[in-house]
């Protein structure tokens, strides 16, 4: 464990700490709202930025003070963790069955430490170079009630992933057109997103006279009208809500007639308003 002792006088402690709020009861959990009902978006957030998800229950709880705790997260407190390995969720890598990591844990809605070596969690992790029975949890709050609902929908998160037909993840707006119709008040714009790999995906709205506008996303070189909107809480709609920039870049534009520009703007935020809001309850992304 010499290198977890190291590592907490240098690094910062959201690098490496995981939030501990509470433990897992097959009944109910004690954890507080905001943090025993994280969103889609803070699950697949946790999913993607970790290389290993496990699930886990801990055997010891060892408390750290003084040196070993300088960098501890106000109203928190220290704890260095061994945790016995229940099932490997995912993992490129085989992960031993048992390891071991720091947390900072909180009070629970009552205002007492919970018992950590109660319940079982799922731990979103990465492993420490060199040092084989040691993970770094990829955010504060990396490690969560392993409670059915939750293990089903991370379990769904990562599948949906890794899947072939998988969508990329978005980067930025690529080029946005507008078409108008024969007559007023029909018309459709396509928006080309830029994706990590490159991978083709478009978003089209179509308007026609006396009907609401409809929308459809495309994942591939050909758009498919009928293939309608993502579902809420989908990983094509986390994709799309959550990584979408908040309004056409003036350089999608560059290629669109002036007067048809307020039309594609006007489109893209449609699809914004019918995607709904990405919610996240952490307060400390993965990563950041």
Not at 14 to 22: D, E, Q, R, V
Not at 56 to 77: C, D, N, S
Not at 106 to 129: C, H, Q, T, Y
């Amino acid at each position: 464990m010499r290198m977890i002792f190291t590592a907490i006088l240098s690094l910062s402690a959201i690098a490496g700490l995981s939030n501990g709020k509470a433990q897992v009861s097959a009944k109910k959990s004690p954890l507080p709202p905001a943090q025993s009902q994280l969103t889609y978006a803070d699950t697949a957030d946790l999913g993607l930025a970790a290389q290993q998800v496990s699930a886990i229950r801990i055997r010891q709880a060892v408390r750290l003070k003084g040196q070993e705790a300088l960098t501890v997260i106000p109203g928190r407190r220290r704890f260095l963790v061994t945790a016995e390995v229940l099932a490997l969720i995912r993992s490129k890598e085989p992960i031993p069955p048992r390891i071991s990591f720091i947390v900072d844990v909180a009070p629970g809605a009552d205002g007492k430490f919970p018992k950590l070596n109660r319940g079982e969690w799922i731990l979103f992790s990465n492993p420490v170079a060199g040092y084989p029975t040691e993970v770094r949890l990829v955010s504060p709050d990396a490690m969560i009630p392993a409670l059915p609902d939750q293990l089903a929908r991370v379990r769904g998160i990562l599948k949906d992933a890794t899947a072939e037909a998988a969508p990329p993840a978005i980067t930025g707006i690529a080029s946005a057109f507008h078409s108008r119709g024969s007559i007023d008040g029909e018309g459709e714009s396509q928006i080309f997103l830029d994706s990590v790999g490159g991978k083709p995906v478009s978003l089209s709205v179509v308007r026609q006279a006396g009907t609401a506008p409809t929308w459809s996303v495309a994942l591939g070189d050909v758009v498919d009208q009928g293939a309608g909107p993502p579902v809420r809480d989908s990983f094509l709609w986390y994709r799309l809500a959550c990584f979408l920039p908040p309004s056409l870049p003036a350089s999608s534009l560059a290629e669109t007639a002036p007067e048809y520009a307020p039309l594609a703007a006007a489109d893209y935020s449609f699809i914004l308003q019918q995607l709904g809001p990405c919610r996240r309850t952490l307060k400390v992304r993965p990563g950041a």
